[in-house]
């Protein structure tokens, strides 16, 4: 039989990032949380932790948080039906994408959330690496833009978002006034949402252009469209967001024809039970309502 209370370390250390934050999670010292891990290496015969720099899961270790968070979710079905059983609040812990979560995504959960008594804990990533997270057993569900589904989980598709290039007609003036080319894209400052976001180089790869260009780094979808107003790059602006924002006039399609269309997919484990299903029939109601 697993101990649920070594496990439940595991979970704790990988989630908060290091012994001394688990430790105050739980209300135990950092020692002793270190034992318990120990002890569940001892009793598995291998390292289920990787301690340096940052504590990540080892192989055996991914299993077992994949495990940990199937088991957390039969029991949110288990007590939904013997609510005796617990008081708490239940925690889902999600992988999405920065613009789902500045446009439609609050809107989608809020009800769900409200009647389920659920708490999220989100963790924003790109949208197209943000399953490696499910795949390490760190969160329990993804919102991505890979169809490819992670093995023992369901994929659902939800829609799609549309980015367009947008900038202040001012800096295309200045940047791109002789049209675009490819010594246009070599000087004009772009904005990237981070070391993973290959948006811009799609739109580039459209027009013609496999170089290099300038950029900002902006991990903010907010301080994106900020950026773009205050008029010191252009950059991928999904349409929903451009709406909310209301840059009608303020900014402008650099490349008026051109549009990138970023697929969304919704991952979740195949035995988290009635609740997942549910959360699913929400997302895909919410989809057909938000996305294209």
């Not at 991990?219 to 209301?246: H, K, N």
Request: charged share 20%.
């Amino acid at each position: 039989m697993l101990d649920y209370k070594l496990l439940e370390a595991l979970v704790t250390v990988i989630e908060t990032g290091g012994f001394e934050r688990a430790g105050l999670a739980l209300g135990l010292s950092q020692s002793a949380v270190s034992q318990r891990i120990k002890l569940l290496e001892a009793r598995l015969g291998q390292p289920v932790l990787t301690r340096s720099p940052n504590p990540q899961a080892t192989p055996a270790g991914q299993r077992l948080l994949n495990h940990v968070q199937q088991v957390q979710l039969m029991e949110r079905d288990l007590q939904r039906q013997i609510p005796a059983l617990s008081s708490q609040r239940g925690r889902l812990r999600i992988a999405l994408n920065a613009d789902s979560l500045a446009t439609w995504w609050g809107q989608a959960i809020g009800a769900f959330c409200q009647a389920e008594g659920l708490l999220l804990d989100l963790v924003v990533e790109d949208q197209d690496v943000g399953l490696k997270r499910m795949r390490e057993g760190d969160v329990a569900a993804c919102l991505c833009s890979s169809e490819q589904p992670v093995a023992g989980a369901r994929c659902l598709a939800l829609g799609q978002m549309t980015y367009r290039p947008l900038a202040r007609p001012d800096y295309i003036e200045r940047h791109f006034g002789d049209g675009i080319s490819a010594a246009a894209f070599r000087e004009a400052p772009a904005i990237v949402f981070g070391p993973n976001d290959q948006l811009q180089h799609r739109l580039l790869s459209q027009c013609g252009y496999h170089g290099r260009f300038p950029y900002h780094l902006c991990p903010s979808s907010e301080g994106f469209v900020r950026l773009a107003l205050a008029g010191i790059g252009y950059g991928m602006i999904p349409d929903l967001q451009a709406r909310l924002v209301d840059t009608d006039g303020v900014l402008v399609s650099l490349v008026p024809e051109q549009t990138v269309t970023v697929p969304l997919y919704w991952h979740y484990w195949r035995h988290g039970g009635d609740f997942m299903e549910r959360l699913a029939d929400a997302l895909l109601q919410a989809g057909r309502a938000h996305l294209q």
